[in-house]
């Protein structure tokens, strides 16, 4: 989920509406049977358009970072080897908010796209590939068949060999020159204070600007969907494991109970009520749980660090990364809480059960 929210922008708005706009008949007689055909969307600058104005509306909602992208295909021609890439026009200053690229240079920064307008940042796995070093000049070429050269003013490294390998970005102005589409923008990428709110965000903005807003939530719907099937078979395993540990506390407290049958009755017989028997008895769970809370937390730490320490190599991943774990303390609050409150719970029936004893009957000796 970190990675998921951190290095993904949390609402992404594109140059497209969600819904189709109707033509002008549909619009004229919207309940008449109509049947248009052959009908051709006019051919036109395709983008956000007055992006600049719509950024400082978003940004006026308050708690929000944006930046425009103006994203495109283009062709790298380096010693006579052409590689297709991803092209994308920021503003460094902006894009340092919303994205995690700037903490993943390993060489050179964003800022140099400032300094070297005609400069582009590529992917390290990208510049190995082509044998391509810092400073060296690149022949980029657009699908509109702009040919320009470009310095290699940094690099970058996320772990992930396809994007490394395909993903650069350049200034915006430079990009809009090259794929001429000046003025313009795609893309406008939004990182909120708050991730929780980026649905009901995404829908004000939508509202407001008119094109389509994805939050992270609709994006990664199918794993935030896996993710709480992931949860509901762990919690119901933890809980089966829960329910086979309060039949054992309910056994040895059930055999104490059985054991001391004559020492309830010596008690009764000395006033003890049954409120005072069951609160013994139940008092002994409680502490038979507590303490196998804190041993189990003891243990749990432990195997959490061995597991933590496993190193792993997911696929499309170049580096290696370790087995994720979360360390939040509410987990060790809900099992410690688990724990000792299925201890109580299973101590408290045959509690209940010593505290019934008839002190006569067990001292006639009676069964």
């Known amino acids: 989920m970190r990675r998921l929210v951190d290095t993904s922008p949390h609402i992404t708005i594109r140059d497209q509406y969600r819904n189709i706009p109707k033509q002008a008949a549909e619009q004229l007689y919207p309940q008449g049977a109509i049947a248009l055909r052959g009908v051709k969307p006019k051919t036109e600058l395709r983008g956000i358009r007055q992006y600049r104005k719509h950024l400082s509306a978003i940004e006026a909602l308050g708690g929000i970072r944006a930046a425009p992208i103006l994203a495109g295909q283009a062709i790298f021609s380096f010693a006579g080897r052409n590689e297709a890439v991803s092209l994308s026009g920021i503003v460094p200053s902006k894009m340092r908010d919303v994205s995690a690229i700037d903490e993943d240079m390993v060489a050179g920064s964003l800022d140099a796209l400032d300094v070297d307008t005609n400069g582009i940042v590529i992917g390290r796995a990208l510049a190995k590939k082509l044998s391509l070093r810092m400073g060296e000049n690149i022949i980029v070429v657009s699908p509109s068949g702009n040919v320009r050269p470009m310095r290699i003013v940094g690099l970058f490294e996320t772990g992930n060999s396809n994007y490394d390998e395909t993903q650069t970005f350049a200034n915006l102005t430079r990009v809009q020159a090259l794929l001429n589409r000046p003025n313009v923008a795609n893309t406008i990428v939004v990182k909120l204070d708050d991730a929780t709110r980026a649905r009901e965000v995404a829908a004000t903005i939508e509202a407001t600007i008119g094109y389509k807003s994805v939050s992270w939530q609709e994006a990664s719907k199918d794993l935030l969907d896996t993710l709480v099937v992931r949860n509901v078979i762990m919690y119901s395993v933890v809980g089966a494991i829960l ?113 019934r004893v008839q002190p006569v009957d067990i001292l006639r000796g009676a069964t």
């Not at 409680?286 to 959490?304: E, P, Q, V």
């Not at 660090?305 to 190193?311: D, F, P, T």
């Open 243 to 355: 329910l086979v540990a309060c039949f054992g506390i309910y056994n040895i407290i059930s055999t104490v109970v059985l054991e001391k049958t004559r020492d309830i009755a010596i008690l009764k017989s000395m006033g003890f009520h049954s409120a005072d028997i069951r609160r013994i008895f139940v008092t002994e769970g409680a502490i038979m749980g507590i303490s196998g809370s804190l041993l189990g937390l003891g243990l749990g730490l432990l195997m959490m660090r061995a597991i933590a320490a496993v190193e792993i190599r997911p696929p499309g991943y170049t580096g290696v990364v370790h087995l994720p774990v979360y360390w939040g303390f509410d987990q060790f609050l809900i099992a410690a809480g688990f724990a000792v409150g299925s201890a109580v719970i299973a101590a408290w029936l045959p509690a209940r059960k010593g505290s």
